[in-house]
């Protein structure tokens, strides 16, 4: 019997020890952990660099509240965090986790707008599909109607216009006419809900689970940033499972030359080692905060120095084991196999992603793009067929949360070619086992 709920009964394994890239439960089997738990553990399990500086903070102390200390944790992590990020980008505020930073940066996004005489302006604009967490404010510029729709009437929705899915919609995704079609989309977002109430724009520089690692059209990008330029409208960048290296450059919009004006950080940030995420700003909206009276904003566990130790930690690993370009080398890699698994299993539609965020999505159709119906729940079922096989990957649907199955594969950043000959292999076996499967699930869907 367990006390805890979650999401629902299903009960897995109890966890046992977890090294490097492998799991193991207490019946002693070992999973390879192929999408880094939920894309977090960017440095791999148990990294003894970043366990020995906790202890050392944990000797020196715990806790420090914000208001009555300064921590030397802290101000190291927000230096280092500063250093990776573009230029301009100086002012870090830590927080617990992605949802908290969602909303900081929004609450910021929107005291700098009061501060500077421009307190009409609210409306976060972002997209769908979308997904920025699961409080209230970061359902509210989700689109993604599985998670959002119980919720609806007790939050106020955000304008959503539509993610760059160029592969669903027929077009060439490196032609920079499409990456104008869809940024023309936000110009036109902007105009219809007129440019004086619209106070950001929110992207995920590549798409997290609700796209399924879906990079954007060439060209759109730099548009997104010219438009909200003109608008005066600040350029939000949610990096929750971008940041910390895992594409392949620091943060996803690196690969692009974008400098956000505020960027929001969690997940691989601390790797999974303790609870931790940050926002970072410039001075240019940071500034007439604090002038007017401060961020009237917090969490108890800001800045809390042992999550700061090991956030710096987890960056000192990133660079001593030059992980950021490792998850550009072996994403290449990883990438090249799933394309020939494709080849193989006409069950895969489109492979996407960039560095160690890639995903495949399943298809009934790949010509017509035509999803399995969903009362198969491919996304599910492939999922569990791979666990028992001993990977454990991560999935869930393109369509607005309701079809379109996808699987997303993201190992560590310490990922080898051994691992990735066992990931393949294992996917291989589990795929097989799948389609073996499909026409039973097809006719009783």
């Known amino acids: 019997m367990s006390h805890l709920f979650y999401q629902g009964r299903n009960r897995k394994p109890v966890l046992a020890q977890a090294r490097g890239v492998y799991m193991w439960d207490e019946a002693g089997k070992r999973y390879l952990d192929g999408s880094s738990g939920a894309m977090v553990c960017n440095i791999g399990h148990s990294n003894e660099a970043v366990l020995e500086a906790m202890r050392r903070q944990m000797d020196q102390a715990t806790f420090g509240y914000r208001l009555h200390f300064e ?22 505020f830590f927080v617990s986790g992605g949802s908290e930073a969602v909303e900081s940066a929004m609450k910021l996004a929107r005291q700098h707008a009061v501060a ?18 699961c409080t209230l404010g970061a359902l509210a510029v989700t689109g993604y109607s599985a998670l959002t729709q119980p919720f609806a009437p007790m939050m106020r929705e955000m304008p959503k216009i539509p993610a760059p899915r160029a592969y669903l919609d027929g077009l060439d995704a490196g ?31 590549i798409g997290g689970a609700s796209t399924g690692a879906l990079v954007p059209p060439a060209g759109y990008m730099q548009r997104i940033r010219q438009i909200c330029d003109r608008h005066d ?8 499972m971008t940041g910390a290296g895992r594409t392949g450059a620091f943060l996803g919009a690196d690969h692009w030359g974008i400098t956000p004006d505020i960027v929001v950080l ?38 809390n120095p042992l999550a700061c130790a090991a956030g710096h930690a987890v960056l000192e690993e990133i660079d001593r084991q030059g992980l950021i370009e490792n998850a550009a080398r072996m994403g290449d890699k990883l990438r090249a196999r799933l394309d020939r698994l494709m080849d193989r299993y006409e069950i895969i539609g489109d492979v996407r992603g960039k560095g160690l965020l890639l995903a495949f999505e399943f298809m009934a159709d790949r010509t017509t793009k035509r999803p399995l119906p969903k009362d198969c729940n491919a996304y599910l079922r ?21 079809e379109g199955d996808h699987i997303l594969v993201c190992p560590p950043l310490t990922v080898t070619d051994t691992h990735l000959d066992e990931i393949i292999e294992i996917l291989d076996q589990s795929l097989a086992q799948y389609m073996s499967e499909l026409p039973a699930l097809r006719e009783h869907a």
């Open 116 to 133: 500077t005489g421009r307190g009409e302006r609210w409306k976060v604009i972002s997209r769908s599909p979308s997904y920025h967490g």
């Open 233 to 240: 409208i600040l350029l939000i960048m949610d990096e929750v």
């Open 266 to 303: 969690s997940k691989g940030f601390a790797a999974g080692y303790v609870p931790l995420g940050a926002i970072v700003a410039s001075d240019a909206v940071v500034d007439p905060v604090l002038d007017a009276g401060g961020f009237a904003h917090g969490f108890t566990y800001a800045g």
């Open 382 to 402: 492939f999922v569990e067929i791979a666990y028992q096989n001993g990977l454990i990957v991560y999935s869930r649907r393109t369509r607005d949360g309701l």
């Open 175 to 205: 032609d920079p006419a499409t990456g104008d079609h869809y940024a023309d989309m936000l110009e036109a977002c902007i105009a219809r809900e007129g440019a004086d109430s619209v106070l950001a724009f929110l992207v995920e520089p």
């Open 71 to 92: 921590t030397e944790a802290s101000e190291r992590l927000a230096a280092k965090t500063v250093e990776k990020t573009p230029p301009g980008l100086n002012k870090v």
